[in-house]
């Protein structure tokens, strides 16, 4: 009677076999050049950000006023650390009191700008997540600047979809006066809502762009998971080394806010680099788990008929 997939599956005590995949990880993300991947991505993220607020504004002023994007934008600073989120409303500020006009040419500009500098981020994103899955067989030059416009325009759309329904929950409770959702504090954080969509979009990117062959699920969405929670708790270790470790203006005097940023950008692309360690390792212990159904030496040989 021929073996099971699930007889033929060794499974190891849990806690040994994720306490390995989880240091393994983290010798496969500190045992290479990885860092030359987190400064790129973190370079080209910092120049594509204040373009994309710019280009929020002026997308939101169509249908609303520039106050109210800035209201929602925010929101979104609040994940950056202090010194970076004070950088980050100013430019607001300065967007909502210029003329419409020159917001909307500020735009058109920072539409070429964005689109750009985060092209070339995600080039340096999903280079470093092949450099770090061992990928034999990298794309052509072609294919490849094709696949990471791809992986920004679907990160585009994720995010607006996440942001949209954000909003949306958000103007249903108060509009509607919906009180189960007023008591659901967690579906009004920002938190709750990045961790979504972090999960969500770095499991397919660790899934179908970081390998030619599609990343086991189970791997990806693990990793996916791993990389928002850590993407969390690096603003948030980030906000506390900025402000009550290490006073950065005394060294860096005007420039220390492009400093935090920089220190933030840095830690939370370390977080998806390792969401990618992690996804590779595990899918590395999956393929481990299955053995085949007779050791090479004692496979039986065919009888003869004769």
């Known amino acids: 009677m021929p073996l099971s997939l699930k007889d033929k599956t060794t499974w190891k005590p849990a806690a040994k076999t994720s306490g390995g995949v989880l240091w393994r990880a983290l010798k496969r993300l500190w045992g290479r050049d990885v860092m030359l991947y987190v400064g790129g991505v973190s370079f080209f993220a910092m120049l594509a950000v204040f373009p994309a607020v710019a280009i929020l504004i002026g997308?939101?002023?169509?249908?609303?006023?520039?106050?109210?994007?800035?209201?929602?934008?925010?929101?979104?600073?609040?994940l950056m650390p202090a010194g970076a989120e004070g950088?980050?409303?100013a430019e607001l500020t300065r967007l909502v009191n210029a003329p419409r006009p020159a917001v909307s040419i500020q735009s058109i500009l920072a539409?070429?700008?964005?689109?750009?500098?985060?092209?070339?981020?995600?080039?340096?994103?999903?280079?470093?997540?092949?450099?770090?899955?061992?990928?034999?067989r990298p794309h052509g030059f072609v294919s490849f600047n094709l696949?990471?416009?791809?992986?920004?325009?679907?990160?585009?759309?994720?995010?607006?979809?996440i942001t949209a329904a954000f909003f949306a929950i958000q103007l249903l409770a108060t509009t509607l006066d919906l009180r189960p959702l007023k008591g659901a504090g967690f579906l009004f954080s920002e938190?709750?809502?990045?961790?979504?969509?972090?999960?969500?979009?770095?499991?397919l990117i660790y899934r179908y762009a970081m390998s030619r062959d599609p990343v086991i699920w189970r791997?990806?969405?693990?990793?996916?998971?791993?990389?928002?929670?850590m993407f969390v708790a690096m603003s948030l270790a980030s906000a506390i080394y900025v402000e009550q470790i290490i006073e950065l203006g005394a060294t860096y005097g005007s420039i220390a806010t492009v400093v935090i940023l920089l220190i933030w950008l840095s830690?939370?692309?370390?977080?998806?680099?390792?969401?990618?360690?992690?996804?590779?390792?595990?899918?590395?212990e999956l393929h481990a788990r299955k053995v085949?159904?007779?050791?090479?030496?004692?496979?039986?040989?065919?009888?003869?008929?004769q």
């Open 292 to 305: 085949p159904e007779y050791p090479p030496e004692e496979e039986p040989r065919p009888v003869s008929s």
């Open 111 to 136: 539409l070429v700008i964005g689109s750009y500098a985060s092209h070339r981020g995600f080039k340096a994103l999903l280079a470093g997540l092949s450099f770090i899955h061992d990928e034999h």
């Open 147 to 161: 696949m990471a416009l791809l992986v920004l325009i679907a990160a585009f759309i994720l995010s607006a979809i």
């Open 267 to 284: 830690w939370s692309v370390n977080a998806v680099f390792f969401g990618g360690a992690l996804a590779t390792e595990m899918e590395i």
């Open 59 to 78: 997308l939101y002023s169509l249908i609303a006023t520039p106050e109210q994007a800035t209201a929602q934008a925010q929101m979104v600073a609040h």
């Open 87 to 89: 950088l980050f409303e």
């Open 191 to 203: 938190w709750t809502w990045t961790t979504i969509g972090l999960t969500v979009g770095l499991s």
């Open 219 to 229: 791997a990806s969405v693990v990793g996916g998971f791993a990389a928002a929670l």
